[in-house]
């Protein structure tokens, strides 16, 4: 389990981190996003050891963070937004450096290699890593996140700047860990990938938690159920008078309805104008509608 409680943040008169607090259990993936600012970096650095809070306690398992940094190394795979890796090496002898720190044997480094290589589509081939593309890059990136096999990961923007394929692969091979019960802490500028593979989300705003919870808890926050109306009419001008305007899409006229109330009262009237519809398409808020909120 993840415990923080009031972390705070300050760098000189600027407050990075405004007591923020959150719980979730392992074998969970964690999303954070915000704006550009919010305090999504500063708040991975700090789970992941290598900044210390101003103030508050934060604990992973049994180990108080705060206090034992250097405790959560042998447990933690960190992965900065940019891949800063040794261009001049291999992909093999970049795992084998690390690996070695991390206290593998030679057999160890080699077989975890082959299987970090396999799981990621990761074909280095004996190249130096200056000659791999993006998406190769940011792979190898992973794999020595991966090395000393962790159970605890800290992702900043893993697929940040790739083409959506390798994109893609990447939230997919997310939720393999989370099968093989690693807990995932991420930030992404991709909401659609939060959504989808997040157990919980925490959102953040100038340093503060403005909301956390999972998808459903969240769209009870930002929104309920909203309705899109399909239909078809000979003459809409027997809709005019009608305060709530249409619009044109797929070949129907299309009303947005808020709650149910209004669901009803647009069909009623849809029938008595004398029109038929054609489909109701129910929607959730999205993350990226959230978030647009919370910038207001």
Known sequence: MITARNLTKNFDSFAALADVSFEFEDGEIFGIIGHNGAGKTTLLKI???????????????????????????ETLGYLPEESRLYETMTAENYLAFFGEIYGLSAQEIRVRSAQLFAALSLEPDGKKIGEFSKGMKRKAAIARSLIHDPMFLVYDEATSGLDPMTS???????????????????????????????????????????????????????????????????????????????RQEEGFFVWEAQDMKELNECTRIITESGGRVEKIESHYPSLEEMLVKIGK
Do not use: W
Request: proline content about 4%; some cysteine; glycine content about 8%.
């Open 47 to 73: 789970i992941s050891g290598l900044i210390a809070p101003t103030s508050g306690a934060l604990y992973i398992n049994d180990i108080d963070v705060v206090k034992n940094p250097v405790a959560l190394k």
């Open 168 to 246: 893609r692969f990447i939230a997919d091979y997310l939720r393999t860990l989370k099968k093989e019960g690693k807990t995932i802490v991420l930030s992404a500028h991709n909401l659609y990938q939060v959504e989808a593979i997040c157990d919980k989300v925490m959102i953040l705003k100038r340093g503060k938690m403005v909301a956390f919870g999972n998808m459903h808890q969240l769209r009870d926050q930002f929104g309920s159920l909203t309705y899109t109306i399909f239909f078809a009419i000979e003459d809409p001008g027997r809709l005019v008078g009608h305060a709530k305007p249409y």
